[in-house]
């Protein structure tokens, strides 16, 4: 749970931290290049000021200073003719140029972009003139600029991953401290009550070989069986939490075998209860693991399944493989459980109906403990209730 909170923060944290570099980057670019914009545009109004309208205006007239600027200068005094005055545009036709000039005579701006072209118009003088000029240098730094944002932006993001790997682990660290606690805690106590309770299941021996039955004997056994339930899944759940089962190693077992051994002994419990209890198990399923982790997994959805079940309902047990994945699933008739109950149905201690629960001995652990053992095989259980049918599918990796 702490490793899924853990990855959840640094996704997050590095998600919104990049985009907010993404953004500053952006919009430093963005006005990096107005301003580039802005600054050609000046040196090109204090250019033709400084060399002359003739000089623009001629293709006759050559000056050393316009040598490596590509530039054009139109007439536009008649409106019904648009006269090419000079190009020295490399890459725009006369034609093209016509185009934009059209498109500039009833735009107000007296200076400005379009495309490739930075323009600049000169209307107080005898002649109308519209004078451009080309950005091939402004972009290509335009351009360069981009590709070192590009760069930087990469190993900044990288630092970004390492600063919210750094901040998640912060972020949780209380997290983690209170939950080692409860573990301990949890654990201390059980180890501490499995003695009075074993002390009592003792003497309650002891007194029924002298009395005999009696019905206060009878409630003591009772209810030390329900705690040394309770007490071994709570150490149950502390282990799988510390990677400290006290099953054997992981091997290659027949997963239909175990699974068809398990469903056989509740075809008379379910039978008790007026309960049809199907099974549909494909053969030679094999799967790498702990045979006992599987046989507690389906007991406990089984023994969920047959107490929400009414007399006369129906149990399913399936399970198969498709697409490298085995698929497990118990399905019962009855009652739906609630959109809102299902997201916390996997939660430790939690109980859909309090008052059932007690009074069949049972204490919200076992859907937790069946969590527990799928996740830890990189699966995924999940719980969905149409039709009438509540059906639990655990997907594991074949």
């Known amino acids: 749970m702490i490793r899924h909170l853990q990855k959840r923060l640094v996704g997050i944290l590095t998600i919104l931290l990049s985009l907010i570099f993404i953004v500053i980057l952006v919009v430093l670019n963005y006005m990096n290049y107005l301003s580039s914009i802005s600054q050609q545009t000046r040196t090109f109004r204090h250019t033709i000021d400084r060399v002359g309208l003739p000089a623009f205006c001629s293709d006759d007239i050559y000056d050393p200073r316009l040598e490596d600027m590509e530039y054009a200068a139109i007439d536009i005094s008649n409106p019904r003719e648009i006269k090419i005055l000079s190009n020295h545009l490399t890459d725009v036709s006369a034609e093209q140029l016509a185009v934009y000039t059209r498109e500039l005579s009833g735009n107000t701006h007296f200076s400005g972009k379009l495309d490739s072209l930075i323009y600049i118009k000169k209307m107080s003088l005898p002649q109308k003139l519209i004078f451009f000029t080309d950005t091939q240098e402004l972009m290509e730094n335009t351009w360069h600029m981009i590709f070192r944002s590009i760069i930087i932006g ?43 309770l074993t002390v009592i299941s003792s003497n309650a021996d002891l ?157 919200g652990l076992g859907l937790a403990i069946a969590h527990s053992i799928v996740t830890q095989y990189h699966g995924k259980i999940s719980v969905n209730c149409k039709d009438g049918i509540t059906t639990f599918q655990i997907v594991l990796p074949a």
Not at 168 to 182: A, F, K
Not at 253 to 269: A, D, Q, Y
């Open 154 to 196: 990469i190993f900044v993001i990288f630092f970004l991953f390492l600063l919210s790997v750094a901040l998640s682990h912060w972020l949780t660290s209380p997290v983690v401290q209170t939950l080692e606690s409860q573990k301990q805690f949890i654990s201390d106590a059980s180890h501490e009550l499995k003695t009075p």
């Open 207 to 363: 007194l029924e070989k002298e009395i005999g039955t009696n019905i206060r004997l009878k409630y003591i056994r009772q209810e030390t069986t329900r705690m040394n339930h309770l007490v071994q899944e709570m150490l149950t759940l502390v282990r799988m939490d510390n990677h400290k089962t006290v099953y054997h190693a992981k091997v290659s077992f027949s997963l239909s075998r175990t699974l068809m051994g398990i469903v056989l002994p509740f075809e008379s419990v379910a039978f008790e209860h007026g309960i049809f209890l199907n099974t549909q198990i494909e053969e030679n399923l094999n799967f790498y693991g702990r045979e006992e982790e599987f046989q507690q997994l389906l007991s406990i959805l089984i023994d969920n399944a047959i107490r929400y079940t009414p007399a006369k309902g129906t149990i399913t047990v399936a399970a198969g493989q498709q697409h490298r994945k085995i698929y497990i699933s118990v399905a019962n008739t009855g009652e739906p459980i609630p959109p809102q109950i299902q997201e916390k149905i996997f939660d430790r201690f939690f109980r859909a109906d309090e008052s059932r629960e007690n009074q069949e001995g049972h204490y």
